[in-house]
T-cell receptor
Framework: GIQVEQSPPDLILQEGANSTLRCNFS?????LQWFHQNPWGQLINLFY???GTKQNGRLSATTVATERYSLLYISSSQTTDSGVYFC???????????FGKGTRLHILP | DAGVIQSPRHEVTEMGQEVTLRCKPI?????LFWYRQTMMRGLELLIY????????DSGMPEDRFSAKMPNASFSTLKIQPSEPRDSAVYFC??????????????FGPGTRLTVL
């Protein structure tokens, strides 16, 4: 079946560090989004990025659709960045939405 | 705008009881999504509506689950009868983009359902 794989599954960093989260997908997609689920469970949309690069403050994302991956960069991490980061894709062939299992990020003060 | 509103925030019920979850999307959004999140299965799309019409309900687990959207500002997800394996966090989300590029989805705070 279609796979959306995120890596690493868990990441522990010191405040101020930079990080790169990866999302690989096994089929062509027409939509890709990154979400952050904070420790209180709230899901927040970070980027809608089916292709190209976008930046929002300390966060940026790049999707290379032809190579079937997307990267989320977090610079100068803060404790409020802790939580789980999900990527979600919409498949070209049947418009199904599939979420990855997430990367759990813990930023230490 | 208050964002997507879900109620109740927590629900504890006994097996066999009917459960109704409610969602009010952001005003002006014409897409509404219901998701379920569990440790085992992660986030799953159950059903989504466009202009109050169900478009894809292939994620609904079985006939015990039903969803309605009687108007643009209200949707319900009903489980009857409920079972312990239905315990999960149920999220509602809305967006105003055109499908499939529905741009940014805004999520509600979720309803944590526990079925004893």
């Amino acid at each position: 079946g279609i796979q959306v794989e995120q890596s690493p599954p868990d990441l522990i960093l010191q405040e101020g560090a930079n990080s790169t989260l990866r999302c690989n997908f096994s089929d062509s997609v027409n939509n890709l989004q990154w979400f952050h689920q904070n420790p209180w469970g709230q899901l927040i949309n970070l980027f809608y990025i089916p292709s190209g690069t976008k930046q929002n403050g300390r966060l940026s994302a790049t999707t290379v659709a032809t190579e079937r991956y997307s990267l989320l960069y977090i610079s100068s991490s803060q404790t409020t960045d802790s939580g789980v980061y999900f990527c979600a894709v919409v498949l070209n062939r049947d418009d199904k939405i599939i979420f990855g299992k997430g990367t759990r990020l813990h930023i230490l003060p | 705008d208050a964002g997507v509103i879900q109620s109740p925030r927590h629900e504890v019920t006994e097996m066999g009881q009917e459960v109704t979850l409610r969602c009010k999307p952001i005003s002006g959004h014409d897409y509404l999504f219901w998701y379920r999140q569990t440790m085992m299965r992660g986030l799953e799309l159950l059903i989504y509506f466009n202009n109050n019409v169900p478009i894809d309900d292939s994620g609904m687990p079985e006939d015990r689950f039903s969803a309605k959207m009687p108007n643009a500002s209200f949707s319900t997800l009903k489980i009857q009868p409920s079972e312990p394996r239905d315990s999960a966090v149920y999220f509602c989300a809305s967006s105003d983009g055109s499908y499939p590029s529905y741009n940014e989805q805004f999520f509600g705070p979720g309803t944590r359902l526990t079925v004893l």
